[in-house]
T-cell receptor, first 114, second 114 residues
Framework: GNSVTQMEGPVTLSEEAFLTINCTYT??????LFWYVQYPGEGLQLLLK?????DKGSNKGFEATYRKETTSFHLEKGSVQVSDSAVYFC?????????????FGKGTKLSVIP | DTGVSQDPRHKITKRGQNVTFRCDPI?????LYWYRQTLGQGPEFLTY????????KSRLLSDRFSAERPKGSFSTLEIQRTEQGDSAMYLC????????????FGPGTRLLVL
């Protein structure tokens, strides 16, 4: 079946530091890949997505590249801000399943300190 | 467009009671999904609707759980005879037919069973 593995958290960074959150996946078909962000007390917000190999998703300074050869979709940001403090979820959607249901990783909590 | 809304945002109940949650998707989104998120974990798929038809149910959805989407608009999720293990965040998401794989989430309903 499908699965997503994220790096363990929590991650604590100083403001303006470089961020990488690792994500690898296992899928039977050809998934689309997503990063969602969850701020305290809120639901999930779509951060970025990529639908095929070598695609790069980007939004709000965050980037992730779909690497089929390494089955990875690592999230990066060059300079984090305090407002980026949240929980980040990597997810995949397998169109072959018909339902497009999302399979999520366990999440990585990021804290950015001034 | 006001986004996906869920009601109530919080629910505290005693073991053995029935609870019902409501989700209003983004207008004209034909697919509606329910997920459950426990503390420290990523969301897990429960079920989904395409218009008013419930097309798939996860093995996580025991017989005590029932979901409806009677007119293809809002949806309800009912849990009968609640158990302490049902305590979780229940998330609703919707998607539009032209981009089925991109799901937009509501703020969630946090259930605590005492």
């Amino acid at each position: 079946g499908n699965s997503v593995t994220q790096m363990e958290g929590p991650v604590t960074l100083s403001e303006e530091a470089f961020l990488t959150i690792n994500c690898t996946y296992t899928a039977t078909g050809y998934p689309s890949l997503f990063w969602y962000v969850q701020y305290p007390g809120e639901g999930l917000q779509l951060l970025l997505k990529a639908t095929k190999a070598d695609d790069k998703g980007s939004n709000k300074g965050f980037e992730a590249t779909y690497r089929k050869e390494t089955t990875s979709f690592h999230l990066e940001k060059g300079s984090v801000q305090v407002s980026d403090s949240a929980v980040y979820f990597c997810a995949l959607s397998d169109s072959g399943a018909g339902s497009y249901q999302l399979t999520f990783g366990k999440g990585t909590k990021l804290s950015v300190i001034p | 467009d006001t986004g996906v809304s869920q009601d109530p945002r919080h629910k505290i109940t005693k073991r053995g009671q029935n609870v019902t949650f409501r989700c209003d998707p983004i207008s004209e989104h034909n697919r509606l999904y329910w997920y459950r998120q426990t503390l420290g974990q990523g969301p897990e798929f429960l079920t989904y609707f395409q218009n008013e038809a419930q097309l798939e149910k996860s093995r996580l959805l025991s017989d005590r759980f029932s979901a409806e989407r009677p007119k293809g608009s809002f949806s309800t999720l009912e849990i009968q005879r609640t158990e302490q293990g049902d305590s979780a965040m229940y998330l609703c998401a919707s998607s539009f037919w032209t981009d089925q794989e991109t799901q937009y989430f509501g703020p969630g309903t946090r259930l605590l069973v005492l």
